[in-house]
């Protein structure tokens, strides 16, 4: 495994209480050399500022909704040689950094993205995808166990996802970082082919995991019902401007458009959006696609090197535990998990009951994880609803599962048959 410095970003607005639970997670990566740089809000800095590890991250106020503008904050503040990103909604696996960094040995690397896990815990929200020319992305096929390498060719790119991407600090430098004309969607998505313009090689690995929550912002609802499209409208023009040839603009913008209206009719139907919602989103997704068309494409050059020093975040080598528990006994056992994360432990709380329920995992606030199902309940999404097993071997079996991911000791891998 590589050691290179890397600097890991998060940028956060109006979601105090979600950053203190990712920085909460970062603390705990299993990677000796790496700084954290904070882009956030007032109420963002205040919750990093009571974290018991406060003093060891690089708190930088922001409180302009442009997300494209602040992560190039963060990159002017970052002193690795790779800078990773993560979203204030998700929480990074112990072993993520380790994962994700290991394709840069490779001279010839540029770029990286891990997988993505959703809201349960268990189901990836994102995996693999390439885009083709009108930056739309289709899902990609890779190796599940190692990461795997793309030069894509002229016209393609290979997707990153926001919340779980890296890239050489002087490759985004040269670049000019992340088009703040992009104020929120699609920012990575051109980055993604202006990397690829440049002939850059991407890796995507697989095992580099992070669980993302899509917590409520501005444009959208805890459970993804857009609440302001004007933004995304406003990103397809920008994007247009600088990706697709004059000539295309217009049925471009057609099928972009009727995505959205048919997104939008799904969950009217679902009884999530009333249709006089539907009307006032894309009234604002054809405002904000002519807004636009007036924004001032990029940003000023950004500065080579950093405004200081590599901060070292002081991680360390920490044991990881599995605690077996019953619904019963989970209060309890839910006491002892966070004192053994005070004792420096990475812990996963495992609440077994004896049903069939489906399995959901998270990352609690105290700074442990939570996997709640049923003894004969499905894990992945291909099991079977039901299957006998026994305490012990579910147990076991879940360790396994997680293992390379959270840090077990890889003889783990033996208790099963």
Known sequence: MTDLPVSVVVVSRARPGSLARTLKGISQLQYWNFEVIVVADPDGIEAAQT???????????????????ARNMGLTR?????????????????????????????????????????RNGISFQWKAA????????????????HATVFTPPK????????TNMAFRRD????????????????????????????????????LAEVHHGYAENTTRSADRVPKDLVDIGASWAVFQRKHIAVGSHKTHWQERRSEQSRRLLGFMQSG????????????GLDAGYAQGGLRQLGGAPLPRYSSGPFWRFPSRHRETVMIVSRP???????????????????????????????????????????????????????????????????????????ARQRGFERKNSKLLP
């Open 328 to 402: 019963a006994q989970a209060a309890i056992d839910r006491q002892t998990a966070t004192e053994q994360v005070s004792e420096g432990k990475i812990v996963t709380l495992l609440v077994l009951s004896p049903t069939a329920l489906f399995h959901k995992l998270s990352f609690d606030p105290a700074g442990f994880w939570v996997q709640k199902g049923g003894v004969f309940g499905k894990v992945e999404r291909s099991e079977p609803m039901f299957t006998i097993y026994s305490r012990g071997y579910r147990a076991r079996r879940e360790t396994v599962r997680v």
């Open 51 to 69: 974290l018991d590890f406060s003093e060891n991250l690089k708190l930088v106020p922001f409180d302009v909704p442009n997300i494209s503008a």
């Open 130 to 145: 390439s885009l083709d020319a009108n930056g739309i992305a289709h899902p990609m096929k890779v190796n599940s166990e």
């Open 78 to 118: 970052a002193a690795g040689e790779v800078v990773a990103f993560i979203d204030d909604d998700a929480v990074p696996e112990p072993m993520w950094l380790r994962y994700l960094i290991a394709p840069f040995e490779r001279a010839d690397i540029a770029a990286s993205g891990g997988f993505v896990r959703g």
């Open 272 to 283: 999530q959006l009333e249709p006089r919602d539907v009307r006032r989103l894309m009234k």
């Open 171 to 206: 490759v985004l430098i040269d670049l000019n970082g992340f088009d703040p004309a992009f104020h929120y969607f699609l920012d990575e998505t051109d980055l993604n082919m202006r990397l690829a313009r440049a002939g850059h090689a991407t890796a995507l690995v697989p």
């Open 155 to 162: 016209g393609y790119a290979v997707k990153t996802e926001g």
